[in-house]
């Protein structure tokens, strides 16, 4: 197993996100788009220029994704809704949850255009949340509730399953997936979680169909096999490492955010680049991005 430790990692924007999540790279205008969840902020980054564009937004966004006809659309507390060039949020489709109970979290979109986006539960621990899909005609389907906190999403090369973490239960879960028909099934855990270091949180799959796996509070994205079988691990100088996604020439980088959120200032005073995007080759492509279709 490698070890890659900090040295081939770039800091790509050095940034203070409270909690910084969600990268997408949007293989149109080649920039990185990541959002800052507490923040409440979208950002736009542009590896050409290195510049680094933050659009301010009303509520939370717990992710975001281009759409197919132009433009960006964010989920939200209120639902899908398109990012207007003045940075308003424009409501597309409504979601009806309990904002006090929950919030938006993870969100992506399938191969076929529908935005897959999971709620959290506030207090961490009630297991009330779900896992919702919108698909194109705008309807939204619950896909799964019973969820504390809603994470990860990812999809095999071949469509056949779709990756999910439940965070706080601490284990990465796979289902068999139907893209033609966008159902789930056959529900499993793939990746046990529980010895750390840890929790699973956002996700990424390459093109060899291995599982790129942020570890909050892990100091780490590890790497595992299709089978769940630990490949690698990469350490980062930040303990609270949210997500990751492949972009760039060939999708040939990893982009991964990071979470300054409750730490303490002697916790800050150690990783003083916590909340910063980071970047690194892994050695391996990873697959293009969902455009929402809707
Ligand atoms: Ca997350």
Same mark, same amino acid.
């Given at each position: 197993m490698l070890t890659a430790t900090l040295g #081939?990692?770039? /800091? $790509?924007v050095h940034n203070q996100a409270i909690l910084g999540e969600a990268p997408i790279w949007d293989q149109q205008t080649q920039r990185l788009i990541w959002v800052d969840i507490i923040g409440k902020s979208i950002h736009f980054y542009d590896p050409a220029t290195e510049e680094d564009r933050a659009v301010m937004v009303g509520p939370p966004v717990g992710s975001v994704a281009p759409r197919r006809s132009g433009g960006l659309v964010a989920a939200t507390s209120e639902g899908i809704s398109l990012l207007t060039p003045n940075g308003s949020l424009d409501p597309l489709v409504r979601m009806a949850f309990d904002t006090r109970r929950s919030r938006m979290n993870d969100g992506k979109c399938d191969a076929l255009g529908r935005y897959w986006t999971g709620t959290m539960a506030l207090d961490h621990v009630t297991p009330d949340s779900s896992l919702y899909k919108v698909d194109p005609e705008l309807r939204v389907t619950?896909?799964?509730?019973? /969820?504390v906190v809603s994470n990860g999403l990812g999809w095999s090369p071949d469509n056949s399953k779709l990756y999910y973490n439940d965070t706080i239960a601490r284990y990465v879960e796979a289902f068999n997936f139907d893209? $033609?028909?966008g159902t789930i099934w056959?529900?499993?855990?793939?990746?046990?979680? #529980?010895?750390?270091p840890g929790v699973p949180d956002g996700m990424a799959v390459d093109a060899e169909g291995c599982l790129w796996i942020a570890a909050w509070g892990g100091w780490c994205i590890r790497r595992y096999q299709p089978d769940g079988a630990l490949d690698r691990i990469i350490e980062l %100088? /930040? $303990?609270? /490492?949210t997500s990751c996604c492949f972009g760039g020439k060939d999708l040939s980088e990893l982009y991964v955010t990071t979470s300054r959120h409750e730490l303490a200032e002697s916790d800050l005073a150690r990783q %003083?680049? $916590?909340?910063s995007l980071f970047r690194f080759e892994p050695g391996v492509q990873g697959l293009p991005t969902g455009h929402f279709a809707g």
């Open positions: #081939s990692i770039d /800091v $790509a619950t896909m799964l509730t019973g /969820v893209l $033609a028909d056959n529900r499993r855990h793939l990746i046990d979680f #529980s010895e750390g %100088p /930040v $303990a609270k /490492v %003083p680049l $916590a909340g």
